[in-house]
Nanobody, 120 residues
């Protein structure tokens, strides 16, 4: 199973970016998908998660600015980031609970990370 993330980059404060992450390989189904981030010198933290059924959880720091969505058929999760702030600067990692086969238990998988840098 591979998670391929894209969409990071450099943006000025107040700008927007859209991240995407697609699961590929031996994938029967994907349960929860989400995004985490890790800033230099800090621990990895949750940004947003979304279940197959559409239940969403956001970190308080991004509520009202970030929107998570997913396309279950494409096994892809998106993160629309608006009104970006310098404190949003971090490496963003996608995460997915993947069942490789119908009888498998879901396993946690991580993408390679994509850098988001917000300049002031």
């Amino acid at each position: 199973v591979q998670l391929q993330a894209s969409g990071g980059g450099l943006v000025q404060a107040g700008g927007s970016l859209r991240l995407s992450c697609t699961a590929s390989g031996t994938v029967f189904s994907v349960d929860a998908m989400g995004w985490y981030r890790q800033a230099p010198g800090k621990q990895r933290e949750l940004v947003a998660t979304m279940t197959t059924g559409g239940r969403i959880n956001y970190a308080d720091s991004v509520k009202g600015r970030f929107t998570i969505s997913r396309d279950n058929a494409k096994k892809t999760v998106y993160l629309q980031m608006n009104s970006l702030k310098p404190e949003d600067t971090a490496v963003y990692y996608c995460n997915a609970e993947v069942r490789m086969y119908r009888w498998s238990n879901p396993q946690t998988n991580w993408g390679q990370g994509t850098q988001v840098t917000v300049s002031s």
